[in-house]
Structure formats: structure tokens, C-alpha cells
């Protein structure tokens, strides 16, 4: 008699299935979105572009300043011969408007005033101390060795008397005076202190002043 023998289950092929099934990935929960920080993303990206926008159409703003073209002394008043008009971009800073140049020429400057510098509204004063009360004007004949060269109006020197002969040594006279006015042939202006004006005009009469200049005085 024969037997007919029932295939056995196949473990390992049981155990297979199980293997293929547990390789597989268990699903991953979706990532948590935060719609907070991608606002505040845009809002960064947007803020950017709109403040890179504004200087570009700042800087194209225009404004017409003063610019200073010859050096004006502390307390010399301005002229309309030593200011140019230049076109610089407006930033905020309070420079001296071109149309009000005539107003400019009435005041005086609080500083020593270099070539180049665009003039501010802090730079000028309304009454000169150099030309207030206690100050005198002097006009001084000076020849060749008692004025330095390329002497101009603004800056500052020493007024000394130099005697003739070997009677005496040099003195200062006034140790820092504005220059107020260089014309032609050694004519030279300047402003002293009313105490020593009668003295400098008597030494200037006879030829005995020389004037030094000052660089480093403002």
C-alpha cells in the first residue's frame, strides 16, 4: 500500500516572507511644517530687496551744495569768489544750499575754512570775533624777505618788528593774526588787537615789520 506523504511547510520560506516584509521601511510621519518661520523668511527676503531698492533711489537723489574753493580764516567773511556749486547726493547731511550763497557772503567763518570742504551750517557765525570790537584792521608795505611766499587771505601769521641796523633784537608785535587781504606789490592786511595797532602802523611806516606765517594756526 502506498502512502502519499503530504509536503512538509517550508520554515524557511515562511521565515522569508517574514524577512521581506520586515525589510521594508516603516513609513516616516511627514515633516512638521512651520509656517512661522517661512513667513518670517519672506519678510527678511522682501525687507531686503526693499531697503537695497531705497538706496539705489537715494543715491540718485541730487542735491546742489557749496563747495569752499580758497581757504577762509576764522572769523573772515565769505565771499561769493571762493564758493562753487557741485552736485552731491543727498544724504541726510545738512550742507549749505547753492541758493544761499548771497546769504552766505553776510556771515562769517566760525573756523578756518580749507579748500574742498562743502560747507555746513555749523561752519559760519553771523558776527566775526576777528572783526569785532578790540581788533583793528592794519595795512602793512612789505618788500621782498619780510613776507613769505605765497602768502593768502585766511591764514595766519606773526607780525614782528625788525629793526634797522643792530640797534636791536626782533620782537613779536602780535603772535597770531589773521591775514585778511594779499593784494599786489606786498600790500598785506591784517587784523591785530587794537592794543598794539598804533605800534605795528609806527614800525610799518619805516619799513621795520616783517609778518611770518603760521602753518599749523587755525
Same mark, same amino acid.
Given at each position: 500500500m502506498r502512502t502519499t506523504e503530504k509536503p512538509s511547510v517550508n520554515a524557511a520560506g515562511s521565515g522569508g516572507a517574514l524577512s521581506s516584509t520586515a525589510a521594508r521601511k516603516l513609513p516616516v510621519p511627514p515633516r512638521e511644517r512651520k509656517p512661522a518661520l517661512a513667513a518670517l523668511a519672506v519678510l527678511l527676503i522682501l525687507g531686503g530687496a526693499l531697503a537695497t531698492t531705497l538706496l539705489v533711489?537715494?543715491?540718485?537723489?541730487?542735491?546742489?551744495?557749496?563747495?569752499?574753493?580758497?581757504?577762509?580764516?576764522?572769523?573772515?567773511?565769505?565771499?561769493e569768489t571762493a564758493m562753487? /556749486? !557741485?552736485?552731491?547726493?543727498?544724504?541726510?547731511?545738512?550742507? #549749505?544750499?547753492?541758493?544761499?550763497?548771497? *546769504? &552766505?557772503?553776510?556771515?562769517?567763518?566760525?573756523?578756518?575754512?580749507l579748500p574742498g570742504t562743502l560747507l555746513t551750517n555749523d561752519m559760519g557765525v553771523t558776527a566775526s570775533r576777528e572783526l569785532g570790537p578790540g581788533?583793528?584792521?592794519?595795512?602793512?608795505?612789505?618788500?621782498?624777505?619780510?613776507?613769505?611766499e605765497g602768502l593768502k587771505a585766511g591764514q595766519r601769521v606773526q607780525v614782528v618788528q625788525v629793526p634797522s641796523g643792530q640797534r636791536s633784537s626782533s620782537r613779536v608785535l602780535a603772535p597770531s593774526?589773521?591775514?585778511? /587781504? !594779499?593784494?599786489?606789490?606786498?600790500?598785506?592786511?591784517?587784523? #591785530?588787537?587794537?592794543?598794539?595797532?598804533? *605800534? &605795528?602802523?609806527?614800525?610799518?611806516?619805516?619799513?621795520?615789520?616783517?609778518?611770518?606765517?603760521?602753518?599749523?594756526?587755525?
Amino acid at each position: 500500500m502506498r502512502t502519499t506523504e503530504k509536503p512538509s511547510v517550508n520554515a524557511a520560506g515562511s521565515g522569508g516572507a517574514l524577512s521581506s516584509t520586515a525589510a521594508r521601511k516603516l513609513p516616516v510621519p511627514p515633516r512638521e511644517r512651520k509656517p512661522a518661520l517661512a513667513a518670517l523668511a519672506v519678510l527678511l527676503i522682501l525687507g531686503g530687496a526693499l531697503a537695497t531698492t531705497l538706496l539705489v533711489m537715494r543715491s540718485g537723489d541730487r542735491v546742489s551744495a557749496i563747495r569752499i574753493t580758497q581757504q577762509i580764516g576764522a572769523g573772515q567773511q565769505f565771499a561769493e569768489t571762493a564758493m562753487e /556749486e !557741485v552736485q552731491i547726493a543727498d544724504t541726510g547731511i545738512d550742507y #549749505v544750499p547753492w541758493a544761499a550763497r548771497a *546769504e &552766505v557772503t553776510r556771515s562769517f567763518a566760525a573756523v578756518t575754512i580749507l579748500p574742498g570742504t562743502l560747507l555746513t551750517n555749523d561752519m559760519g557765525v553771523t558776527a566775526s570775533r576777528e572783526l569785532g570790537p578790540g581788533k583793528a584792521k592794519v595795512g602793512l608795505s612789505l618788500k621782498p624777505g619780510q613776507m613769505p611766499e605765497g602768502l593768502k587771505a585766511g591764514q595766519r601769521v606773526q607780525v614782528v618788528q625788525v629793526p634797522s641796523g643792530q640797534r636791536s633784537s626782533s620782537r613779536v608785535l602780535a603772535p597770531s593774526a589773521l591775514v585778511f /587781504e !594779499v593784494g599786489e606789490k606786498g600790500l598785506v592786511t591784517v587784523i #591785530v588787537d587794537t592794543s598794539v595797532s598804533p *605800534e &605795528v602802523l609806527g614800525y610799518a611806516s619805516s619799513g621795520e615789520i616783517a609778518v611770518a606765517e603760521l602753518p599749523g594756526a587755525r
